[in-house]
């Protein structure tokens, strides 16, 4: 009798864990459910509740969810938009890992762009009025070239940046990318010069090309020691 009461117990336990575990994927699916929506700024968020007034798609919850990004403070958010900053970049470069160090401590998100091969340095010359100096700091309209930590916080300040760090403790930089961009395999990135036209291969109708031939023959000079034309 014992024994049943045991056997009963366990089963009875074992029914709980069940019901449990089954409630909380009930649960967790419940709250897997992905909203994508746009703020007034054009800013992508997800989230798993739907903001209120805005609209919103529900996402698939089968397929891959993108990441969600975390959320910058509106101050940060609205710099960001007004003036992005860019830093172009090398190699061995000592300015240019000073300048990346201070965007990085002051929380200031920015595109990295590294300039290593030829095509890098013309994209390079572009954005700085055909120089070539490293590093470059683009904020919004305005650059500056070569690292100068005064100059290039003034003009984070300028453009309406925090003075001190606010990003998200989850808010990861975006990865470097080459200048010049990703180029296609197998494609060439200079465009051939355009072939000028070859004269003389123009088609005519026979009686214009007889007509130019002949134009074109040598004529005899007259004589200077006489006045007279030759005897036929």
Known sequence: MKRTYEGHTRYRRLTAAVL?????????????????????????????TPPPRV???????????????????????????????????????????????????????FSERTVNTGEDQQQLERANGGKSELPLLLVGSRRIA???????????????????????????????????GVATPGASTASAPPTPPVRGQTRM?????????ADQQPRSKPSSTSGTPPTQ
């Open 146 to 180: 070569g690292f100068q930590a005064a100059a290039w916080q003034d003009a984070l300040s300028a453009a309406a940046y925090p003075r001190q760090k606010m990003l998200p403790p989850s808010y990861q930089f975006a990865a470097p990318v080459p200048a010049a």
């Open 55 to 109: 609209k919103s798609d529900l996402l698939d919850t089968g397929t891959p969810v993108p990441a969600r990004a975390p959320v910058l403070p509106y101050e940060l958010a609205r710099a960001v938009q007004a003036a992005p900053v860019v830093l172009y970049t090398t190699a061995r470069c000592d300015g240019c890992d000073q300048g990346r160090a201070l965007l990085r401590a002051r929380g200031i998100p």
């Open 20 to 48: 449990g575990l089954a409630l909380l994927m009930i649960a967790e699916a419940a709250a897997a459910q992905v909203y994508k929506w746009k703020d007034e700024h054009g800013a992508t968020h997800y989230g798993d």
């Open 205 to 213: 109708p026979p009686d214009e090309a007889a007509a130019q031939a």
